[in-house]
């Protein structure tokens, strides 16, 4: 865990993170131009799936930034996928 400047937290994304992180990607492609509003709740509920089976496998590591005043996690690190042990 690390903390930068007494105010936010870095710390590996938990299952209870998963529909943060959903709401995330689904925000992120939309604001890129890539995702019509009206498939926003289909992305969010797709990758929420996936999340749960990858993080579960130990197969998609995240990390989240957490300010003490926010009931939830406030910003997304870089996701990394870590490819299983039948893949390499």
Same mark, same amino acid.
């Given at each position: 865990?690390?903390?930068?400047?007494?105010?936010?937290?870095?710390?590996? !994304?938990e299952p209870?993170?998963? @529909?943060?992180?959903?709401?995330?990607?689904?925000?992120?492609?939309?604001?890129?131009?890539?995702?019509? !509003?009206?498939?926003?709740?289909?992305?969010?509920?797709?990758?929420?799936?996936f999340l749960?089976?990858?993080?579960?496998?130990?197969e998609y590591?995240?990390?989240?930034?957490?300010?003490?005043?926010?009931?939830? @996690?406030?910003?997304?690190?870089? @996701?990394?996928?870590?490819?299983?042990?039948? !893949?390499?």
């Amino acid at each position: 865990m690390l903390t930068m400047s007494g105010r936010y937290r870095i710390r590996p !994304a938990e299952p209870s993170d998963i @529909p943060v992180l959903a709401r995330h990607r689904a925000g992120m492609f939309r604001d890129m131009g890539q995702l019509a !509003a009206h498939l926003n709740d289909s992305l969010e509920r797709a990758t929420a799936s996936f999340l749960e089976v990858a993080m579960a496998r130990g197969e998609y590591l995240a990390w989240v930034a957490e300010d003490g005043s926010a009931p939830t @996690p406030i910003a997304i690190e870089k @996701p990394a996928i870590v490819r299983s042990e039948s !893949a390499r």
